[in-house]
């Protein structure tokens, strides 16, 4: 299985840059959707690469994360 830190960190580095903004930095304590502002339609996006490359992905386990933190938290419970 791929790190899922790795993994998570990439999908939003790459949602990011897609709308120029490759210059922010992600840490753990990064919010999703106020530190990041991923829209609905991103978030949508990052859950089916975390699907696509995890088998698995928070939103679909009816989990809403806030945090960067939060996501990987799932993968290593």
């Given at each position: 299985?791929?790190d899922?830190?790795?993994t998570?960190?990439?999908a939003?580095?790459?949602?990011?840059?897609r709308r120029n903004?490759g210059?922010v930095?992600?840490?753990?304590?990064?919010?999703?959707?106020?530190?990041?502002d991923l829209?609905?339609l991103?978030?949508?996006?990052?859950s089916?690469?975390?699907?696509?490359?995890l088998g698995?992905?928070?939103?679909s386990a009816?989990?809403?994360p806030?945090t960067?933190a939060?996501?990987v938290?799932f993968?290593?419970?």
């Open positions: 299985m791929p899922a830190e790795q998570i960190m990439g939003i580095r790459t949602l990011l840059a903004e210059d930095v992600v840490t753990a304590t990064s919010d999703l959707y106020d530190d990041l829209d609905s991103e978030i949508a996006e990052l089916a690469v975390l699907e696509d490359d698995t992905d928070p939103y009816g989990i809403i806030r960067v939060e996501v938290a993968y290593r419970a």
